[in-house]
């Protein structure tokens, strides 16, 4: 038997994250079947709404003493003190849940994804320190980093750290690139584990009509990026007032994270608010990551913000546009179709109220030929992201 820790976990209640839980230990479960998972987690309890445990295969444990401040507090507590205290051997006493399954794990994975995108990461380091002292081999998973957030002095200690994984792997062209020019001889390029997340039949009928359907995700994480007043969601308007006087679809407000801090559903609230009277809009909200991807695939357009919102429409073939406000939706993109133009519209350039109605409608020109493309890749494209489980195989064979 295997036992294999996965940290740097959130919730569940992102969807996302269930996501690559669920893929890195189906990934891995499919070259190992007796591997076991513990999961380090912000809130266990949350995670086991979701995924199932009593066969076994997974255990969440609280991932740090600092869980239960609110995130804010947590973010400002863990990284000064991170800042000040993090190389002591006694700061492993924080993360005590942590660090005991590392110390029985044969692999330690950090599924992050993007968390390495912001700031000096002080936090990061100095678990992935603790964890590198109790397991023999360590893995950065998936991960998306911005840039400008890897410079050699700013983030000198963070770009050590990273250096003493035993495997990176990037989920996108940038970041790959990025961490090769730094001189990192740890990364490979895979895509994300997420695309191979299977699809389940949604709990409830969408619409009682056969009308296509455009499937919109909205997120207040990616409105905190705006440079305008309320700019976003005055797009978002624009871009439902469009698809409602000018054709007959349904419109559904997927939302994929239900954090307290940043509700998707909250919202797709919001946005529906402004349609009072009009009964083409729902909001989908309930069910897993499979669920979720079951909406998402009975789409015929689909309007992302969050990242694994848009891995499920492209993973099913959906003509996607995503409102990025990182390198990872301009990565994957470019990865996708050679180019992010055209196909995500930076929220930090958000200036015109027309522009992601604008973007739509050349989405809608090249409907045929996006969507062909994608069914001519993405069957490659999954194998590709399957295959990193050869590479944890490696590892564990080495361990």
């Known amino acids: ?182 001189g990192f001889g740890n990364v490979k390029y895979y895509p994300d584990p997420a695309f191979t997340l299977p699809t389940s039949e949604p709990r409830e009928k969408m619409f009682d009509n056969d009308r296509d359907t455009v499937g919109i995700n909205i997120s207040p994480l990616a409105q905190m990026f705006e440079q305008g007043d309320s700019i976003m969601l005055k797009n978002y308007i624009s871009l439902v007032k469009m698809i409602i006087e000018e054709t007959d679809w349904n419109i559904a407000l997927i939302s994929h994270v239900r954090c307290q801090t940043t509700d998707d559903s909250s919202a797709a609230k919001k946005l529906q608010s402004f349609f009072p009277e009009e009964n083409r809009i729902k909001i989908f909200d309930k069910g897993n990551a499979m669920e979720l991807k079951g909406y998402i695939s009975k789409c015929r357009f689909f309007v992302a913000a969050r990242t694994h919102a848009s891995i499920a429409a492209y993973s099913s073939c959906i003509p996607t546009l995503v409102v990025g406000y990182s390198v990872k939706a301009k990565g994957i993109a470019k990865d996708l179709f050679g180019t992010d133009k055209g196909y995500v519209l930076p929220v930090q350039g958000l200036t015109e109220e027309s522009a992601l109605k604008d973007a739509f409608v050349k989405l809608m020109e090249n409907e045929n030929k996006i969507r062909e493309h994608l069914h001519s890749i993405i069957p490659e494209y999954i194998e590709k992201a399957r295959s990193v489980g050869d590479e944890i195989v490696k590892l564990l064979e080495e361990a």
């Open 1 to 182: 038997m295997k036992s294999i820790l996965l940290y740097n976990h959130g919730t569940s209640n992102n969807h996302g994250c269930e996501a690559i839980v669920r893929t890195v230990s189906g990934i891995i479960g499919e070259k190992c079947p007796d591997s076991v998972f513990t999961v380090s987690s912000i809130k266990p309890r949350e995670d086991e709404q979701y995924i199932d445990t009593e066969n076994g295969k997974y255990r969440f444990v609280l991932s740090d003493v600092f869980c239960k401040l609110s995130f804010e507090k947590r973010r400002f507590i863990t990284g000064a003190l991170c800042n000040v205290l993090g190389g002591m051997p006694f700061f492993n006493l924080f993360f005590k849940n942590t660090v005991e399954a590392a110390k029985k794990a044969d692999i330690a994975i950090s599924v992050g994804g993007d968390t390495y995108s912001y700031g000096k990461s002080a936090t990061l380091t100095t678990i992935d320190r603790h964890v590198r002292r109790c397991c023999k081999k360590t893995v950065l998973l998936g991960c998306s980093i911005n840039p400008e957030f890897l410079d050699p002095v700013k983030h000198k200690k963070k770009i050590e750290g990273l250096k003493k994984f035993d495997l990176i792997t990037a989920r996108e062209p940038i970041t790959y690139e990025t961490l090769k020019n730094l």
